[in-house]
């Protein structure tokens, strides 16, 4: 860990030090359903500053779609202006086919996720099919229902990866917290997906070129002056190493429990320390909440 690993109170306490903020949604913003305590404010003050701010969010679906839920929950509509998500990354590379990979896939696609992520098909020459063997690729943007597990996916992934038919997954996430319950993701059935031998393409955080869309948006040369702070190490402070920014972490989020960070509380900062040491990540920092 770098000798300058803080446990801050707020978000305060590192502004003056960067020009540009990339924020996770789902863990920092809200829990998805409601907004954490702060969290306006924050925003408010960090806008009143100056600073530039980017929402990055492994969310399976399109910015406009994120914007109105969260307008919803209580977010300003002129923070929502500058959101970033897997959705709209697959989105964009089903569009362009961009590379060899996607323009291989075909047509029919196999749908794995909730209806409401099928705004991800809009304005594409697709047609979703129903089964591993009538489709040409799947998309994968998580589970039919909150309740399921990975073991419930089994028969259509196992299918899937006998016929060797090409995977997006469109949430590089493994789980997320909603109103307080655990949920998986779309990157637990991929991950099972890829052990079973099927090709799966990631697109998301931890993964770095999503980074360069945030980039875009906030104009800053110098990535030395912008911070990512997200709640998850595997994705949020991975996928910031992997694009060369400094990182906090918000402790009251994914890894709560893990680092003893009860009701949103002060996490220990020997567990905190602890778990990023084993992950190999160097965040500047912990912070329990986006508070100011």
Not at 3 to 20: K, L, N, P
Not at 261 to 278: E, H, I, L, Q
Request: with cysteine.
């Amino acid at each position: 860990m770098p000798e300058t690993f803080h446990a801050f109170t707020g978000i305060r306490e590192v502004a003056d030090q960067f020009d540009g903020f990339v924020l996770d949604v789902w863990g920092v913003i809200h829990d998805g359903v409601r907004l954490y305590p702060g969290v306006v404010d924050t925003l408010e003050r960090l806008a009143a500053a100056g600073k530039r701010m980017v929402m990055l969010t492994n969310a399976p679906r399109r910015a406009d779609a994120i914007a109105r839920a969260m307008a919803g929950m209580g977010v300003p509509a002129r923070f929502l202006g500058a959101i970033m998500s897997s959705g709209e990354a697959t989105h964009e590379a089903l569009a362009r086919r961009p590379d060899g990979w996607y323009a291989s896939l075909g047509r029919r696609c196999l749908h794995i996720g909730p209806a409401r992520d099928r705004n991800l098909f809009d304005g594409l020459d697709l047609a979703r099919v129903e089964t591993a063997e009538a489709a040409d690729f799947i998309l994968n943007t998580g589970p039919w229902r909150d309740e399921e597990t990975v073991a419930d996916y089994e028969p259509i992934l196992a299918a899937g990866a006998a016929r060797g038919l090409k995977m997006i997954c469109a949430n590089p996430d493994l789980e997320v917290i909603r109103g307080g319950v655990r949920i998986i993701c779309a990157g637990a059935l991929a991950l099972r997906y890829d052990a079973l031998g099927g090709p799966v393409r990631w697109l998301g955080k931890p993964h770095a070129d999503i980074y360069a869309f945030c980039f875009d948006r906030l104009g800053i040369a110098d990535h030395a002056r912008i911070v990512a702070i997200g709640d998850s190490l595997r994705t949020d402070i991975a996928g910031a190493a992997a694009a060369g920014l400094a990182s906090i972490v918000v402790t009251g989020g994914i890894h709560a429990e893990e680092f003893a960070a009860f009701r949103g509380g002060p996490a220990d900062p020997a567990k905190v320390a602890g778990a990023c040491r084993r992950e190999g990540l160097e965040p500047i920092g912990h912070v329990a909440r986006f508070v100011w």
